[in-house]
């Protein structure tokens, strides 16, 4: 018996039971198929048959019950006849019903186990007649039957009959049944008038006497067809019938003159016409495929009601059965079959016949079925080439072989080494879909997704794409930025948009992953709602609320060291709304240039507004000014004009003339004219100025000495010096050079730089090598047709020291400049308030150093501890600072002390909050000796290499403040465009004399 037939038996258990029973009542009342209906033999007889069957124990089957279900019944029970004085074989059981929550079943009689069976062994014998026939004497027997479960319950149900020898009995006792079997041989064609039926009675049980004639009757009960009426006897008698439903009568007689019957019906139903398809050629990747086949079944114009139920459906491979189907509806016309056959050919046939096999034939057709086997060609389709961490990608995979698929992520940078992030598995048809999410990563594209299968993988590429977000935040808040998708271990300058203006607000440092969180003060004049901020090009959004309102008038002027006919950057803001702003020139003595080609800018609602103008005709110098007005707004900004030369030729040969134009000098002023030979000046010509500080077409002459390179020109008069680089003839790229200045400033500042001699027409890429040796790309500037390009950069949040340095590489064209990161500390927070945080940045110092902060108390002339901290991996810390309660209002000197940066020192402004008065301070002793405060270091002086070869010393100032450098060309801007931080002097505290005539510490 199969698997699912048994299945389906265990869940339809009591049902069968109850059908069963009931089947049995009703043949007892229509059949008398259990109590044979006897002659009538004369009633004075005591020996006849009928007198010993009246006499006799009736027939009845008492069942045995388990938890509410028929577990088992006995084929007989009261007496049972034998013939042989040692006893019989007797039936013990009619059918046992088998439980998969049965164990064993054990049958035995005093003790005595007469058989022990297993559920399996139930299971095979569900449909036997007799499962168990043990011998049993003459005499009385009870047998028990106990059940085991498998934790060890068991149950046990007990039986009595008598075995009762024949000879002691009167003559003719006993009874007769009838067991009858038909059959259709030759039942295979799907249309025909008559068909051969065979009928067989011979399966008779007659205890005492033999069987001596058969009679029967065909549709003469129970619905048959009276026109097609026939009568045959003997036991095995063959008729011929048509399609339809038929009933028929078996009458058996015996030697006794008893008489017992049974009854029977079926229905004949031509085979169905079975079109199993065309033949079926397949290719798959696999060793295998899945194959569907469709048949077409077309059934005979007859079909009886018991005919119509259900059908066996038999897919054959060869002789193999390879599917079985026998719950279908034989009425359906069309039949799918879906099989996974290997490589190869397949001579496959279906066949289909009703579910009852006395409905119908069976009808069959045969189709082959070849799988061929090719290379596979696995190709993968991402859902997008980018995108951020976490955010989902869904890859569509096909040509694959049939199997698990597992997706691995590597990072161009090693950071993720083959890191599993999905598993899907290709179907028969090499098709498969995985979904799964960008892990945390490092940013950038060249990200390797490899699609592994046993056989064969698949490798694509994804690029992480940077995110930013920030969060909610008040005005002059520290602020906390997330981000990722950046490269591993750099480090960055946030900055905040106002109006069209980017200000630096804090540092951000990535970890090995590129991802990190940076902070830093939220601008104070940010006005309520979202802003734009942004790492690099990468921007993002942070919210800003309880803003007091709007910001004070200001002009943000990008241009502080400007030549004639170069673009000035002009940010307007907290201006009327929707209003002119008039622009103005000045002179040094605040008289204004009339006469100039100046723009009117025109605010928006809010009070902003950018514009960009060129730098008209105006005499160079320092003292110059812009005044903005709008009403009674007005803010003047001073500019530098610095003087410019540029020359007719790009390329010149010792002893050429070329000609030179010269702006942004003094007006009215008389120049000399230098060139620079090896370390000395040659005179090459003279020219006075005009009233807008130009000197146009001024003709000179290439020293005939000149060196190949770039060369120095200057123009000596009443407003300082210039200088420009003119190449003389095409170098080569022994003649490759870089200049920068300054050589020494700190984080954020301007380094100016001068490339000369490369390659013309490159891309020069500008990398900056921290002391640790890990580097930070600055930017790319590409040449021109001399190979010459200048510009500036800002110094990028790294730790402090010399020793760093930059190098500017064109393909095989590399030089490299030395440079000392100046420590700085400022105050974020101005002013201060007394009892309240402060906010004090510190960059350029070394790498994860101990911090120590100190504030100069004028009252006592010392320096007093009031906080201390860390630097991070670039050097850089923003500490919270009380501002002591007895800080006066005003500029305080506060110094930052570490191993490497002693002293570093700048200005705190306080204003406002609670302050303990002077009094109350000196009352309160203190244990630190009174000392002097030793001056701060000045700045170390640096050369200028455009100067002559005595150094200028550089002013005591704090080292972030570095002087507009004089640039021949105008400054290449760097693709990320950085607004420098406000300038502040660093004072040098003067030594105040201390009471017992100590050192301050």
């Known amino acids: 018996m199969s698997e699912q037939i048994r299945t389906w038996i265990a869940a339809h258990r009591t049902a069968l039971v109850r059908t069963f029973l009931l089947t049995v009542a009703i043949l007892f009342g229509w059949c008398t198929f259990a109590a044979p209906a006897l002659a009538s033999p004369p009633a004075d007889d005591p020996t006849s048959p009928a007198a010993v069957q009246q006499t006799s124990d009736p027939f009845v089957s008492p069942a045995v019950w388990f938890n509410d279900e028929m577990l088992f019944w006995w084929h007989d029970n009261g007496k049972v006849y034998t013939t042989n004085p040692a006893g019989r074989e007797v039936p013990l059981v009619e059918m046992v019903m088998g439980y998969e929550q049965i164990d064993r079943y054990v049958f035995s009689e005093n003790g005595v186990v007469l058989g022990e069976f297993d559920h399996t062994m139930i299971y095979r014998s569900f449909t036997e007649r007799y499962l168990f026939r043990p011998h049993f004497t003459v005499g009385y027997h009870t047998v028990d039957l106990t059940i085991y479960e498998p934790n060890g319950n068991s149950s046990t149900g007990s039986m009595t009959f008598e075995v009762v020898l024949v000879s002691s009995l009167p003559p003719g006792a006993g009874y007769i049944d009838v067991d009858l079997v038909y059959s259709f041989p030759n039942y295979d064609r799907y249309e025909w008038d008559e068909i051969e039926v065979l009928f067989d009675g011979r399966a008779v049980s007659d205890q005492f006497g033999e069987i001596v004639r058969w009679d029967w009757e065909i549709n003469s009960w129970l619905g048959g067809d009276e026109n097609r009426h026939i009568t045959a006897t003997g036991p095995t008698p063959t008729v011929y019938l048509a399609a339809g439903y038929h009933t028929f009568r078996v009458t058996i007689t015996d030697v006794w003159g008893r008489t017992d019957y049974d009854n029977g019906y079926f229905g004949l139903q031509p085979a169905p016409r079975v079109d199993a398809g065309p033949d079926?050629?397949?290719?798959?990747?696999?060793?295998?495929?899945?194959?569907?086949?469709?048949?077409?079944?077309?059934?005979?114009?007859?079909?009886?009601?018991?005919?119509?139920?259900?059908?066996?459906?038999?897919?054959?491979?060869?002789?193999?059965?390879?599917?079985?189907?026998?719950?279908?509806?034989?009425?359906?016309?069309?039949?799918?079959?879906?099989?996974?056959?290997p490589v190869g050919t397949h001579h496959l046939r279906l066949e289909v016949r009703p579910g009852d096999g006395d409905c119908g034939a069976t009808g069959e057709d045969t189709l082959t079925v070849t799988i061929v086997k090719i290379p596979p060609n696995p190709r993968v389709t991402l859902s997008k080439a980018s995108g951020t961490i976490y955010s989902g990608i869904t890859a569509t995979l096909s040509g694959f072989p049939r199997g698990a698929i597992e997706v691995f992520w590597t990072s161009p940078d090693g950071a993720t080494t083959a890191q599993r992030v999905a598993a899907t598995s290709a179907g028969a048809n090499g098709t498969a879909t995985a979904s799964f999410n960008v892990p945390e990563t490092t940013g950038g594209a060249g990200h390797t997704l490899r699609f592994v299968h046993a056989q064969t993988s698949v490798q694509t590429t994804f690029e992480v794409l940077p995110e930013i977000s920030g969060g909610s935040w008040q005005p002059g808040w520290i602020t906390y930025i997330s981000f990722s998708g950046f490269p591993a271990n750099r480090t960055y300058v946030m900055e905040w948009k106002l109006g069209n203006e980017w200000i630096p607000f804090g540092d951000a440092e990535t970890d090995e992953l590129g991802s990190g969180t940076g902070s830093g003060n939220a601008p104070i004049w940010a006005a309520n709602g979202p802003h734009t901020i942004r790492i690099g090009t990468v921007t993002g959004t942070a919210t800003i609320f309880g803003s007091t309102g709007p910001p004070p008038p200001r002009i943000d002027l990008f241009s502080a060291g400007s030549t004639v006919g170069s673009k000035i950057s002009v940010t307007v803001t907290g201006f009327p709304g929707n209003a002119n702003v008039t622009v103005t020139w000045l002179r040094a003595n605040g008289t204004v240039i009339n006469g100039l080609s100046l723009p009117v800018i025109r605010t928006n609602g809010g009070g902003s507004a950018t514009a960009e103008f060129p730098v008209p005709a105006v005499p160079g110098g320092w003292d110059q000014a812009i005044r903005f007005t709008s009403g009674a707004i007005s803010i003047t900004k001073p500019i530098n004009i610095v003087p410019k030369i540029t020359a007719s030729v790009a390329q010149a040969s010792p002893g050429q003339s070329i000609t030179l134009n010269l702006r942004g000098l003094s007006a009215n002023g008389g120049y000399t004219i230098m060139w620079k030979v090896g370390a000395s000046w040659v005179n090459v010509g003279s020219a006075t100025s005009s009233n807008s500080g130009s000197i146009t077409n001024l003709v000179v002459v290439t020293p005939a000495n000149a060196p190949?390179?770039?060369?120095?020109?200057?123009?000596?008069?009443?407003?300082?010096?210039?200088?420009?680089?003119?190449?003389?003839?095409?170098?080569?790229?022994?003649?490759?050079?870089?200049?920068?200045?300054?050589?020494?400033?700190?984080?954020?500042?301007?380094?100016?730089?001068?490339?000369?001699?490369?390659?013309?027409?490159?891309?020069?890429?500008?990398?900056?090598?921290?002391?640790?040796?890990?580097?930070?790309?600055?930017?790319?500037?590409?040449?021109?047709?001399?190979?010459?390009?200048?510009?500036?950069?800002?110094?990028?949040?790294?730790?402090?020291?010399?020793?760093?340095?930059?190098?500017?590489?064109?393909?095989?064209?590399?030089?490299?400049?030395?440079?000392?990161?100046?420590?700085?500390?400022?105050?974020?927070?101005?002013?201060?308030?007394?009892?309240?945080?402060?906010?004090?940045?510190?960059?350029?110092?070394?790498?994860?150093?101990?911090?120590?902060?100190?504030?100069?108390?004028?009252?006592?002339?010392?320096?007093?501890?009031?906080?201390?901290?860390?630097?991070?991996?670039?050097?850089?810390?923003?500490?919270?600072?009380?501002?002591?309660?007895?800080?006066?209002?005003?500029?305080?000197?506060?110094?930052?002390?570490?191993?490497?940066?002693?002293?570093?020192?700048?200005?705190?402004?306080?204003?406002?909050?609670?302050?303990?008065?002077?009094?109350?301070?000196?009352?309160?002793?203190?244990?630190?000796?009174?000392?002097?405060?030793?001056?701060?270091?000045?700045?170390?002086?640096?050369?200028?290499?455009?100067?002559?070869?005595?150094?200028?010393?550089?002013?005591?100032?704090?080292?972030?403040?570095?002087?507009?450098?004089?640039?021949?060309?105008?400054?290449?801007?760097?693709?990320?465009?950085?607004?420098?931080?406000?300038?502040?002097?660093?004072?040098?505290?003067?030594?105040?004399?201390?009471?017992?005539?100590?050192?301050?510490?």
């Not at 790319?780 to 500017?808: E, H, L």
């Not at 000392?820 to 510190?842: C, H, Y």
């Open 280 to 341: 079926i050629t397949i290719t798959t990747y696999n060793d295998s495929a899945d194959v569907t086949m469709d048949a077409t079944i077309t059934y005979s114009h007859y079909h009886h009601a018991t005919c119509q139920y259900w059908a066996v459906f038999s897919w054959y491979n060869g002789e193999t059965r390879i599917r079985y189907h026998n719950d279908l509806d034989v009425t359906q016309a069309f039949y799918r079959g879906v099989f996974n056959l």
């Open 708 to 1001: 190949t390179g770039p060369a120095t020109i200057s123009a000596i008069g009443a407003y300082g010096t210039t200088a420009t680089p003119l190449t003389i003839v095409a170098g080569s790229s022994s003649n490759a050079n870089v200049t920068i200045t300054p050589f020494r400033t700190t984080v954020n500042n301007k380094v100016t730089f001068t490339v000369s001699g490369f390659p013309a027409n490159s891309d020069v890429a500008i990398t900056w090598r921290r002391l640790s040796g890990s580097s930070i790309d600055i930017a790319t500037v590409r040449t021109d047709a001399n190979g010459f390009v200048s510009g500036y950069f800002k110094v990028p949040a790294t730790t402090g020291g010399p020793g760093q340095q930059i190098t500017f590489q064109a393909g095989s064209v590399s030089r490299t400049a030395p440079f000392e990161l100046a420590p700085r500390v400022k105050s974020n927070t101005s002013p201060g308030l007394r009892g309240q945080a402060i906010d004090f940045s510190l960059r350029g110092f070394a790498k994860q150093e101990s911090i120590r902060i100190r504030w100069w108390n004028p009252n006592t002339s010392k320096w007093v501890d009031v906080a201390t901290g860390q630097t991070s991996n670039t050097g850089s810390a923003n500490i919270p600072i009380v501002v002591p309660s007895w800080a006066a209002d005003g500029e305080h000197k506060v110094r930052a002390e570490t191993a490497s940066f002693n002293q570093q020192t700048n200005v705190v402004l306080v204003a406002g909050g609670a302050r303990v008065t002077l009094a109350e301070v000196e009352a309160t002793p203190t244990p630190e000796p009174t000392e002097t405060p030793t001056p701060e270091p000045t700045a170390e002086p640096e050369a200028s290499p455009e100067s002559s070869e005595t150094p200028t010393p550089e002013p005591t100032v704090d080292p972030e403040v570095t002087p507009e450098p004089t640039l021949p060309t105008e400054p290449v801007v760097t693709p990320t465009p950085e607004t420098p931080e406000a300038v502040e002097p660093e004072p040098t505290p003067s030594p105040e004399p201390p009471a017992g005539g100590e050192e301050p510490d």
